[in-house]
């Protein structure tokens, strides 16, 4: 059972990255665009320092949701995103109580949590850099073929 279970992680964890993908990116679109209001207890958060910051972010969340949707570059993306959801909560959330269920920082902690596990464990089964991967295991490289080729050495000269 254990062994049945195990190995479908691969494919659960493809479908965590997807369903938290899509909804960082709504949180991309709804700094960058104005979409996708926050519900009314958050809106009277910390407002930001500086006018340009939620486009900055807003763009991060987005281009960085599109590329863990797609599987692609997942560990990089995952580090860069864990970076800026630490960033959040100590900016916003922190200030405002040490608890997270009092201070309005679960959600950003669950996201930095779980991309932080992505940065670990890959993207899964059902990812870009998975086939990715496996065609790099099943293309020799270049430079492997080189010294298997007769009368060549795979040492530059």
Same mark, same amino acid.
């Given at each position: 059972m254990k062994q049945a279970i195990a190995s479908w992680e691969p494919y659960s964890r493809s479908v965590l990255r997807i369903i938290l993908?899509?909804?960082?990116?709504l949180h991309g679109y709804r700094n960058m665009f104005g979409v996708f209001p926050a519900s009314g207890g958050r809106r009277a958060a910390i407002p930001m320092a500086l006018d340009g910051l939620p486009h900055v972010l807003g763009s991060l +969340?987005?281009?960085?949701?599109? =590329?863990? /949707? %797609?599987?692609?570059?997942?560990?990089p993306v995952a580090i860069v995103?864990?970076?800026e959801l630490?960033?959040?909560?100590?900016?916003?959330?922190?200030?405002?109580?040490?608890?997270?269920?009092?201070?309005?920082?679960? +959600?950003?902690?669950?996201?930095? =949590?779980? /991309? %932080?596990?992505?940065a670990v464990t890959g993207a899964g089964?059902?990812?870009?850099?998975?086939?990715?991967?496996?065609a790099r295991a099943h293309f020799p490289s270049t430079e492997n073929a080189r010294s298997t080729l007769p009368g060549m050495t795979g040492s530059r000269e």
């Open positions: 993908a899509f909804t960082l990116s +969340e987005i281009i960085g949701g599109l =590329l863990l /949707f %797609l599987g692609l570059l997942t560990r995103l864990c970076g630490l960033a959040a909560y100590l900016y916003s959330a922190a200030p405002r109580g040490v608890w997270p269920i009092r201070n309005g920082g679960n +959600e950003t902690l669950v996201y930095f =949590l779980v /991309f %932080l596990y992505f089964a059902w990812s870009l850099d998975h086939l990715i991967g496996r």
